[in-house]
C-alpha cells in the first residue's frame, strides 16, 4: 500500500528528530498547517514505543518554541501564540474505496489555534502561507 508520509522526500521536511518529521501540510486546511508524523509507519498513537513517545514530547516542545520564536502575526496582526495538537484516527468505512483517499499513517496536526478549536474551518488562503520559513533546517 502507498504511503506518503513513508515517501518522505516528497513531504516539506521543517525539522526531525530520532523518531519523527515535521513536515509543512502539503493540503493546509489552515495558515502554518503542520504535521508531525513517526519515521517508522504507524497507524495510531498506541502504537508508539515509550522511546518515540519521549522524543515526540521533547521534539513537539522544540517546535513550539521555533514557531514562538518566529514572532508570528495573523493576518490582523495579533501574535500567533497558542496552538492547536490534533491526532485524527482513521478507522473510516470509505478508506480503500475508489476516489477516496486518507493516509493511514499516523500524524499529528499542529497548527496556530487563535479562537479554539471551534473556529476550525477550512481556510483557503492557507495555500499561500510560506511555510518553509517555519523550517528548523536552516
Known sequence: DFCPF?????????????????????????????????????????????????????????????????????????????????VRTRMDELIGKKGYYKPRHLHIHIVPDKEGVGRFKIDPKAVETDIKILSLLN
Open 6 to 86: 513513508c515517501d518522505i522526500e516528497k513531504q516539506i521536511i521543517l525539522g526531525k528528530s530520532k523518531h519523527w518529521w515535521w513536515i509543512g501540510a502539503l493540503s493546509p486546511y489552515w495558515p502554518y498547517h503542520t504535521l508531525l508524523i513517526p519515521k517508522k509507519h504507524k497507524l495510531d498513537i498506541d502504537e508508539l514505543t515509550t522511546a518515540e513517545l519521549k522524543d515526540m514530547q521533547l521534539f513537539y516542545r522544540k517546535i513550539i518554541n521555533h514557531f514562538l520564536s518566529l514572532n508570528l502575526q495573523y493576518e490582523d496582526k495579533t501574535p500567533i501564540n497558542q496552538f492547536a495538537f490534533m
